[in-house]
């Protein structure tokens, strides 16, 4: 018993430290803290999201929410990010000590040694591991960002194209009944005679009803489908319950001039702001291999219970990175990584500058379009109804060209339709671009732009 004593110091040592908890660095605090934040928000007290009440006549902010809060790439990259501030806590951590044990057995036990080892990593290393996890989680939080901005783009996207086909289907329903009536009275004209009305024009409008009648059909299975898209960028199955279908409106959304966008794409894009987070991160791991040229020790101490008088044995390792060539390897691939990440980001800069001009002109093409349709053609078409009506009461002009009259309307507001969807999708990408896609209330970290 009396030769277990002395080692019993070090049996009770490992016992103790194998429950010890470090302190925290203070990046890894910060992390915790913005990563707990964050997920107060997306999933709520209940440890599950917090969803909106959807009802049909809510506002498109409150279905955009629901979607972002119940879309599974959006927990999936709260997760991801989760995972890397968990892991900037091992990374700049003393290794674990280790249990040894030696023993001497020839015909009988000679010797029997247990012991501890403590690997002394240098502050140094540990440190610049410790920047690089770091950087490793703030790359994946702003991996999260761009999840939430993107899944709150995909519901907006969504929701342009619903409310597109609802509103093309009740223009498709009056066309369809002027065209109609366009023929019925170029039937009455060519029976009976009178007018201007002609077999060819009876053919060419019963035609046309025709193609109405194909395409409106087709808007019945398109809705189908924008129905079945913005199920999906609720974060719905096909299994789950259809949600309540809003009765969106197509109308236009105000866009800041192209300096504004600019400024503000520089601050807050999504994925231009995940690449000098990468940036950050390959500086870092620059440090990191910086450190591979520093020695590693290792001290312990061993005691024979088998000898009498007992024998201590101390022991101590120290690494020797005497290949100067590997150590400069490491650093000169860390350091190209580096300038790899950095040269992403300009690239990323001039992707960025491309989409944004070229968004910018389908939305000012669109634009353009709309005010000739609203400030030109139309009134011209209001106009000329007077002059038609007077022509019908004096005998100048068939009824018929009335009708035919209000289906030139009607095609330009289908032209209109078609226009400002395309203005509101172009619209809803450069919002994506400078990060103002997300509504209020949107699971995003506090600091975000």
Known sequence: MNKLFPFLPLAIAALLLAGCAGAPTPAASSARAGLKQTGARLFGPAGRPD???????????????????????????????????????????LPDPQFTFQADIRDTLMSFMPGLMFDLMGSGKRTAMARE??????????AYVTAVLRAAAAARQAWVELAYVEAVDRLYATTIHTAEEALDLTNAGYATGRGMATFDRQIELENLVAEHHAHHAGIADRRVAARARFKSALGLTPDDPDPPWPHPDLVATPVPDADELWRRAKLANPDLAQMRAMVEMTVAGVEVARQTGRPNFAVGAMVDLKADPLMFRP????????????????????DARRGAAAARVGAEKLNLAAELAQMLYMVREADRMLAYIDGTALPNFDRSYATLEAGVQSGMAEPAMIARTRLMVLDLRHDRLEWLRRRESAAVDLALLVADVAPAGSPLPADTP
């Open 133 to 142: 996890a770091a950087a490793g989680a703030e790359t994946a939080r702003r």
């Open 315 to 334: 022991t101590a390792n120290i690494s020797l990175p005497l290949w100067r060539d590997k150590v400069a390897a490491a650093v000169a691939a860390a």
């Open 51 to 93: 969803l909106p009440a959807l009802h049909a006549d809510s506002p498109p902010a409150d279905f955009i929410r629901y979607a972002v809060l119940n879309q599974p790439a959006v927990a999936a990259a709260y997760q991801d990010w989760r995972a890397a501030v968990e892991a900037i806590t091992p990374a700049g951590a």
